[in-house]
């Protein structure tokens, strides 16, 4: 089956406060992120990094050029890593340092190359199945699905709880928010409310069963997570949303694992 080419591989949204949304429309859903710039006085930041498919920092000049940027991972599944290798300073917490070195697991977008047992997983947790490739168009003529590979980078510094994300005239605090994997951290900015959240907490299945995850320390995270006064949270896939939807989600799953 061909696949259409599109010239456009990563779509972006200007959100207030300096913050651009990146996203991969033609990835399957389940791979299909959310990443985030947000601008600084002296420098920038970067949550996460898509699939690396296509190439990042050269596609935004704009953003990019000329740029100090921390690509931090909020954690270092295949489409939250993909183009960090791109960037001088990547962070990243301990516990997944190695992952960010050298990925394991998921790290093709071809179908058939993908553990069962993950796919399964997957289609519980409320996607679609996967067709042949997790792709549904080509970022250029005679793209080879077959040649691509997450390709990690070592981390530059390891980061955790309580560490602190300083762009000059604003500060970000970091927070160790494990149970989607044990190193997930949450990018939290106190003076505006904001909250980015990874793949802890979005607006669409969670994915909490698999490799790394853990549901007593996931449900303890999410507890955490509903009491904290935030006005929006940006999340690593789906839409942004606000502190009511937050207690919705986190009461919808906690009573989904029967621990409430
Ligand atoms: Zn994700």
Redesign the pocket.
Known sequence: MPYPIVEQWYLRQEHPDGITRFWEPHVHP??Q?NFWHVRGRDRDLLI?SGMGIVPLRTSFPDLFEGRETIALAT?T????IGAVHEFEHRWVHPAEAHHMESPSGLTTIVASDIDPELCRLFVEAGYPPFDELLVDAFPYEGFDPRSYRLRGAPPTRLVTEEDVIDLGDRQFRLLHLPGHSPGSLGVWEEATGTLFT??VV?DGPL?YEGPGMDLDIYAATLRELRDMPVSIIHA??DPSFGPARLGEIVDRYLALWGRT
């Not at 599944?77 to 939250?80: A, K, P, Q, T, V």
């Open positions: 389940l791979e992120a996460d954690h599944n295949i489409d939250h990874g793949d979005y994915v690593g896939h």
